[in-house]
């Protein structure tokens, strides 16, 4: 085997014609529907910054760091829940709808927020959390006392406790229940989650519709759309004499067309932890329903690849997840706040998982998941989590990045279920990585070992050009230049092992094509880009200068350090002529 690479000149690698081929398009050009190459990143407000020195990151300090996350190139921010709240689940248990906790700030400092978040380009998408309330929220309170109340029906009750009433808990282990007696109703209120989360009925249309006033209202305050939090529960059958839920999928259409006529580029990301077969029925037939949804089956799939080495199963996921109406996007992620959940593994694959990056029990969460940071499950190990990050920017979807993971942020192990991934941003070597000025951060800073903030900063990583936060910086720059992902086709190559995944994108006769090395031992692939020879004659590296040129019959040969990962655009006979690299009689040789 040879290995061909020679030096080309420094040509621009931008995409040649990003308008060519409109026929193919439909009438969508490159500028409209901007989640479909959007790079997402998540953070909550209350562990990012805190700026008036109480120990709770605050809508203040974040603005301060907006130029940091516009300067990381990030196009979207999606805050975690920052409504009223009693904050027993994060802020996913909301009091008032309607109000930003004071902790974090006013009202008036969330529009500053979305203010300069618009100038600055950057779009802002919230949680919406409506599947359940807090027990503290008054439309609970005044449900509980008295039965007569409009707001009874807006919650699910029943008399007896149901049979059944203690399977289907999102949290087993720590939840017993999902009916839980409450002394005042004299009756069983209904909660997926924790039992001070009780379930809205979501069926009444009076429900309905404070869900449609909700999302207007936080719209006309500057939001570009919603991540909807557990939307199988939500348009799920709930009571007492439901046994299996079915879905309401109508709802899912009139929550969009609802924010359609409000704001006509405002989406919808869905947290749904579903099977493919029903992947459709979210996004619906005509596009009409879900604009985005995050896809599990991927993100399982492709930690079990990290884990094995082998990308086989999550082809087979990618293939799974394929079709989808040409409006709709996924939403593509490595760690996010919560577990990694592990459940739709065979129990042989999370298995694997679990022995690969997090053999102990205290790594593990709710009999499924994982509750680390991707750092520390990758061990830190630099070139792992860049071959993990590629992975992410280059599968199909649009990519979302965890606060922190830009810095390879780790975890403390000694706070409880989901909190120890959730600790305050490390931004430089000051008393708690200058997170906060109180000796009280609402979540404790990582202060020792190797993830402490001494070693893992954003001032210093800032210095650095072979920091992790730079790399990032770096490879999000080049996903914005590779538009093809978001937009185009994917066909999975043969390499002829299972270690490592090439994909090519085409899309309006542009191609592009990733190649990733799972494995920690070097390997020596041959293959083809699926192009017509003279078509694919030549791949163009986007990161480095090792380009490579098919041999006569259209195959290339890479030898790939372990871990390794290469992102190209394909160029052929045309490339090579603008080039001069060849006469124009070679060419007309080479296409005869
Ligand atoms: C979703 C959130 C999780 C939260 C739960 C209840 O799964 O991601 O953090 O605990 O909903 O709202
Ligand atoms: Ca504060």
Redesign the pocket.
Known sequence: MHSQSSALPAVDLLLPHPLADLTRGKYAVINDLWYKNAVIYCLSVGTFMDANADGIGDFQGLMRRLDYLQGLGVTAVWLMPFQQSPCK??G?DISDYYAVDPRYGTLGDFVEFTHACKQRGVRVITDL?V??TSNEHPWFQEARRDPASRYRDWYIWSKKKPPGANEGMVFPGVQKTTWTYDREARAYYFHR?YDF?PDLNTSNPHVQAEILKIMGFWIQLGVSGFRM??VPFIIGTKGAAVRKPAEQYDMLRMFREFLQWRLGDSIILG?ANVLPKTDMEYFGDDGDRMHMMFNFQVNQHLFYALAAADCRPLTKALHATKPRPSTAQWGLFLRN??ELDLGRLSAQQRQSVFDAFGPDKNMQLYERGIRRRLAPMLAGDRRRMELAYSLMFTLPGTPVVRYGDELGMGDDLRLPERNCARTPMQWSTEPHAGFTKSDKPILPVIDEGPYGFQHVNAAEQRRDPESMLNWTERIIRMRKEVPEIGWGDFTVLDTGTRAVLAMRYDWRNNSVLFVHNLDAAPREVAFSTGLRSENGSLLVNLLADDHSRADARGRHYLLLEGYAYRWYRVGGLDYLLKRSEISVEQAIKRRE
Do not use: I
């Open positions: 689940d994060d996913y959390v599947n359940h989650f989360q939090d557990a947290e706040h919560d």
